[in-house]
């Protein structure tokens, strides 16, 4: 049932780690789901550097889904989107064609907090992938939820469990946020071909063996898979139907090398609009390592 345990590999974002879990060398993507990073949980102090902040940056091919357990974040945008988005609800972006984006860290840089969640990418069926870019914000209103027998679940975006949550997405798939009390029992139907499951919190067992915060877990399509909380645990769920290869160069994603090419000539050149609100400063392009020097 499971074909795959991925194991976060911790990065320091210059103030904050995360856990990057996909895209991963033996899984590049699960469904449409192409980027996984699991943001903290850190705390914050009350008057910490911009420097922590995530300066803008560009985007193609693909859309961002922010969500967060705890904490605040401004997102700020070259469509002129100027959101904070609190615990429960879904910041959905949608590249295209290419926008450009920050996320900073207002709210906590005044007040302090604890800071906890999850930022996905998925990608944009090769029709769509050059789309006009937009931004939504969807209230926790517009996601279903189911309490039970030990379990609560929210439904982040697309279908599942027979909701359907009211986020635009692009292609068939799934995104479920479980909060499982200790000896709760969840199960996962065999309703898309790829899912995958992060312990963003505490243990579960799944066919036989224990999993702990930080672990994703690929299943084999065609079972039911049976959750057993240990402790209480965070179970995200992803997945749904494969759109085929990507490539996936920095910030951007495409079927095409060669327009992920255009898209870092284009940043490099400063054809890429900045957000009105927030065009001071941004991420250069990374650009690759020297080569060794032979005589060094």
Known sequence: MIDLVIDQRRKDLGGFEVGRVLPYAKRRMVGPFVFFDHMGPVDFQAGFPRSVDVRPHPHIGLSTVTYLFDGQITHRDSVGAIQEINPGEVNWMTAGSGITHSERFETLREQGGHMHGIQAWVALPTELEEIAPSFANHKPDDLPTYEGGGMWA???????????????????????????????????????????????????????????????????????????????????????????????????????????????????????????????????????????????
Do not use: C
């Not at 039911?224 to 995200?236: C, E, P, R, S, W």
């Not at 327009?259 to 065009?279: C, F, N, T």
């Open 154 to 296: 929210r439904l982040i975006a697309g279908k599942a469990f027979g909701a359907e949550a009211k986020v635009a997405t692009r292609s068939p798939l799934f995104y479920v946020h479980w909060r499982l009390d200790a000896g709760a029992k969840a199960q996962l139907p065999a309703e898309y071909p790829e899912r995958a499951a992060y312990v963003a919190a505490g243990q579960v067992e799944v066919d036989g063996r224990t999993f702990q915060a930080g672990q994703m877990l690929v299943f084999a399509p065609g079972h039911t898979i049976t959750f057993t909380a240990l402790t209480d645990a965070i179970v995200m769920l992803l997945g749904g139907e494969p759109l085929g290869p990507r490539f996936i160069e920095w910030n951007f994603v495409s079927t095409s090398k060669e327009r992920i090419e255009q898209a870092k000539a284009d940043w490099r050149a400063g054809r890429m609009k900045l957000p009105d609100a927030d065009d001071q400063e941004f991420i250069p392009l990374p650009e690759p390592a020297p080569p060794a020097n032979p005589m060094s």
